[in-house]
């Protein structure tokens, strides 16, 4: 019998995380696997191959697979952009070059900002005559002749993949799409992006960055979303999963790739749609977390999800992820909407090192999975994070429950160089480099909390990653957060969230218009129009028309702003007056005052969205019975013990080992106590405890004694 099992696959860095779920049984299975940097579709179809295993299943009984790819977040971040060509409205070549007043770190350090690189290099910069107003209408005839003398120039400059954004396109795409006609005729090798259809949405500069960044990441996501599919299919057909069943072709497996807005689409659409993917992995970590949270009874929550590279932290307010159009990746500025996730370069693989003046510095650079950290034992001679952990004995000697050792004498001795080179102790250097990164960890939180004016004493943290739990009590002792969640197999956090998306699209029309001069006869007709679209791109997602949900929000300002609030639209007639009413009300929340009261400040409307929604049976997450009920007991005392150092000044302590798998609801663990699982380790330090719930999370807490 053929059984509905849905697969969530995360790759990242250095392991690629694989979480199984069983419709008819509600049985969920978590594995990992070494991610294998050289060809991703390696670890990918090992995960698929180690999960059936688990479950005693074949490639028949998949029902589809969810996937969060870093593929282009990644080449963002090492700025790994190839040739590109950029195509405006002629007289605003230097768009790009003019872009905004935007210095890093605050003007005091202006003075040593150096303007990046553009995207695209000045000289591969066209422009092609004719002109739309704001409304649409045509000022100046699009030229044709124009158009196939920038198209032949680029062909005979060899650049392939372009990006088109003509001044108004938001209002009227008639220009942009005739470009891409005379495209296709003059040079139809070259990949192409329109700013219409990327993001209609007005403010010129940032729509074209983000339909540059759309077309720079375009070939790269659409090789390796084609690889995994033709792999995954050679896979099925080869007997490796089972699913060649009756010697004709194999069954199709659905294939979704997770998007920076909180959905997945599939990966058909996706290759059309690559800059909605920038965010990919992190945004499913964050709505694991944000399920997982909101079972366990937790409303305001921050994620802080730790992988081999990096950190990614986010906040979750009545189990919704704050979104956002202001993103970024790297240096580019990205509009579409996404999960507001902030990233630092503290992850497992990490690298410590010394700075010019002789200072020690942790991050941004990892060495990643291939050669990895030097313990891994494959090359690598920098000492990272997870060297310091191991040489502290905070790490067990090994990764994944055994099936990765790792030569704790090789970390000892790289930690011991580089402590020399500082003047320092081994143990005093080891310990620095954790906090070193437990304060990057917490900035990052900061930035999603205190400037955003958010308390982050009022939230829990929920850690998860295979590194995210490491530093939870230094976190918790830096920000005086009172509590701390570990979700059960955190290092699959990632890929569990891509059981619990589903598939979304985001459309959006700019309509300004002050308050009192809205039409709303207008405005519900373009809201039907986004509508439309968001139901014809579900019914081509598979979804029926009873199963299509739809949201719908606007950006709001008052007038003589430059930046909008975003604020819910209730289904049915437009109730401008409501609106009206949220936006104060979310405009006093963030900024901590309204115009509400005064006459003279107009409201202004200037985005219009839509998102469409195609939901997806999630997985349960089970509550269990404790033995003799939930009365708070001691964990046995463990037999086993390891030396671990959680203060350099006081040296190593025996420190009791408690194995996950043997915790049951309301088991409690006073520090110093260490906690492992097959994905991850939990030290608890001295002065913390660490309580199990119905649900098998560890709550962290501070010790009352």
């Given amino acids: 019998m053929t059984r509905r099992i849905r697969i969530g696959i995360d790759t990242g860095g250095t392991f690629t995380d694989v979480v199984a779920f069983d419709e008819e049984s509600g049985e969920v299975v978590t594995t990992k696997t070494p991610s294998t940097p050289g060809n991703p579709a390696d670890g990918f179809l090992a995960g698929i191959d180690k999960v059936l295993g688990l479950l005693g299943a074949t490639g028949a009984d998949i029902d ?257 992820p704050t979104l956002t159009t202001e993103g970024s990746v790297g240096a580019f500025p990205s509009k579409i909407p996404m999960i507001d996730v902030v990233t630092v370069g503290a992850g497992g693989g990490s690298i410590a090192w010394l700075s010019p003046e002789g200072t020690l510095k942790v991050g941004p650079q990892s060495a990643g999975a291939d050669p990895g950290p030097i313990c891994y034992g494959k090359g690598g001679t920098e000492v990272t994070i997870t060297d310091a952990h191991v040489f502290l004995g905070r790490i067990p000697p090994h990764l994944l429950g055994g099936e990765i050792p790792l030569d704790v004498d090789a970390a000892r001795a790289g930690v011991e160089a580089l402590a020399g080179k500082l003047g320092l102790g081994p143990e005093a250097c080891a310990t620095g480099i954790l906090e070193i990164s437990a304060w990057n960890q917490a900035n990052a939180l900061r930035q999603v909390t205190v400037k955003r004016g958010l308390d982050v004493r009022d939230f829990t943290l929920v850690t998860f990653g295979g590194s995210g739990s490491l530093l939870l009590c230094r976190l918790m002792d830096v920000l005086g957060i009172p509590t701390v969640l570990v979700p059960p197999n955190p290092g699959n956090v990632s890929a569990f969230g891509l059981l619990t998306v589903d598939v979304k699209n985001d459309y959006v029309r700019t309509h300004v218009t002050l308050a009192d001069h809205l039409d709303a006869a207008a405005v519900t007709g373009i809201y039907d129009d986004l509508t439309t679209q968001a139901a014809a791109a579900l019914a081509k997602e598979g979804f029926a028309p009873e199963q299509h949900q739809f949201a719908r929000t606007a950006d709001l300002r008052y007038f003589g702003q430059a930046f909008e609030v975003r604020v819910p639209v209730a289904p049915g007639p437009l109730d401008p007056a409501a609106v009206a009413a949220a936006f104060h009300a979310e405009h006093k929340a963030l900024y901590g005052y309204d115009f509400s009261t005064d006459p003279t400040q107009q409201v202004e409307w200037v985005n219009l969205r839509v998102s469409g929604v195609g939901p997806i049976q999630r997985p349960e997450i089970k509550r269990h019975d404790g033995e ?23 040296g190593y302590v025996e420190t009791p080992l408690h194995q996950r798998r043997d915790l049951r609801p309301s088991t409690v663990i006073t520090g110093p106590a260490i906690v492992e699982e097959f994905g991850s380790t939990v030290p608890i330090h001295p002065g913390f405890e660490v309580r199990v719930d119905e649900y098998l999370n560890l709550i962290v807490t501070r010790s009352e004694a």
């Avoid at 003799?628 to 006081?650: D, L, P």
Wanted: charged share 20%.
């Fill in 64 to 320: 589809a697979v969810s996937h969060g790819t870093t593929v282009a977040t990644n080449q963002l971040l090492e700025g790994k952009v190839d040739r590109l060509g950029f195509v405006t409205t002629e007289g605003y070549e230097a768009m790009l070059e003019i872009a905004r007043q935007s210095v890093p770190d605050g003007y005091g350090n202006s003075y040593f900002w150096v303007k990046p690189e553009r995207i695209v290099p000045r000289h591969l910069v066209q422009g092609v005559g004719g002109r739309l107003d704001f409304t649409g209408s045509e000022v100046r005839p699009f030229d044709e002749d124009g158009a196939r003398a920038v198209a032949r120039w680029f062909r005979d400059q060899g650049v392939n993949t372009l990006g088109v954004c003509f001044l108004h396109a938001y209002a009227n795409p008639e220009h942009e799409e005739r470009m891409r006609a005379v495209l296709a005729e003059e040079h139809p090798d070259a990949v192409v992006s329109l700013s219409s259809e990327v993001l209609r949405e007005y403010r010129e500069y940032e729509r074209a960055m983000t339909t540059l960044v759309d077309a720079a990441v375009k070939p790269r996501l659409s090789a390796y979303v084609s690889n995994i599919k033709t792999r995954l299919g050679g896979y099925v057909r080869a007997g490796a999963l089972g699913g060649d069943t009756g010697g004709g072709a194999p069954r199709a497996i659905p294939f979704y790739v997770m998007k920076s807005n909180g959905g997945v689409l599939s990966a058909d659409e996706v290759v059309h749609q690559p800059i909605t993917t920038v965010l990919s992995g992190p945004a499913a970590g964050a709505l694991g977390a944000a399920l997982i949270a909101e079972v366990a009874g937790f409303d305001r929550v921050l994620t802080s999800d730790g992988g081999g590279t990096s950190t990614d932290v986010s906040v979750v307010i009545d189990g919704e």
């Fill in 628 to 650: 003799g009920g939930f009365e708070a007991r001691s964990a046995r005392t463990s037999t086993t013990v390891r030396a671990v150092c959680f203060e350099a000044g006081k």
